[in-house]
């Protein structure tokens, strides 16, 4: 099945630390891949997408993330965190179904907790 | 322009019960799609939208349903509820649904089913 994984439930890392947060895919054809952040009580925001051209995507209030093909993975990275992007992160792809059309499947989410 | 916007926020509804979710998308979009968000399955594809036809739908029984109108605002339908379908309903919205397109999230409908 055409699908992402993001194995850590959760990451913590100090304030002013990098920060990743890991996300691998399994699908057939080209990934078509995004990375959205959800805090308590809201929508999902939209971060950043690769959808072909550089392996490192930059993106919205400093995120960026790398595409491996190799690894089929898709990080999510931050130089320097901040206490305020303590959020849940969702990565996903586009997945093309019978109708010809496409959805958006996500993975479980990653808790990312930065402490001051 | 304004964003994705969802009505009602928050809604409280009884077992065998019916109800109705609003979502306006982004103006210019024509793409709407809807998901369904709970602890335990995470988010979940419901359908989409495109030119008041559903072009997708995913694995969920015939009471949940949808509409969309010719300008592009679009309902969702839960008929008979049951407890399990407590959850974070959101609506995104894209220009075309394509694979490259960005879809954008309202702050969703918090259903509780008592």
């Known amino acids: 099945a055409q699908s992402v994984a993001q194995p850590e439930d959760q990451v913590n890392v100090a304030e002013g630390n990098p920060l990743t947060v890991k996300c691998t895919y399994s699908?057939?054809?080209?990934?078509?891949l995004f990375w959205y952040v959800q805090y308590p009580n809201r929508g999902l925001q939209f971060l950043l997408k690769?959808?072909?051209?550089?392996?490192l995507v930059k993106g919205s209030y400093g995120f960026e993330a790398e595409f491996n093909k190799s690894q089929t993975s898709f990080h999510l990275k931050k130089p320097s965190a901040l206490v305020s992007d303590s959020a849940l992160y969702f990565c996903?792809?586009?997945?093309?179904?019978?109708?010809?059309?496409?959805?958006?499947?996500f993975g479980t989410g990653t808790r990312l907790l930065v402490s001051p | 322009k304004a964003g994705v916007t969802q009505t009602p926020r928050y809604l409280i509804k009884t077992r065998g019960q019916q109800v109705t979710l609003s979502c306006s998308p982004i103006?210019?979009?024509?793409?709407v799609s809807w998901y369904q968000q709970t602890p335990g399955q995470g988010l979940q594809f419901l359908f989409e939208?495109?030119?008041?036809?559903?072009?997708n739908k995913g694995n969920f029984p015939g009471r949940f349903s949808g509409r969309q109108f010719s300008n592009s605002r679009s309902e969702m339908n839960v008929s008979t509820l049951e407890l399990g379908d407590s959850a974070l309903y959101l609506c995104?919205?894209?220009?075309?649904?394509?694979?490259?397109?960005?879809?954008?999230f309202g702050p969703g409908t918090r259903l509780t089913v008592l």
């Open positions: 103006s210019g979009h024509r793409s």
């Open positions: 690769y959808i072909t051209g550089d392996n």
């Open positions: 996903a792809v586009r997945v093309l179904m019978n109708t010809g059309f496409q959805k958006l499947v």
């Open positions: 995104a919205s894209s220009f075309l649904g394509a694979h490259t397109d960005t879809q954008y």
């Open positions: 699908v057939s054809g080209n990934p078509y």
């Open positions: 939208y495109f030119s008041e036809t559903q072009r």
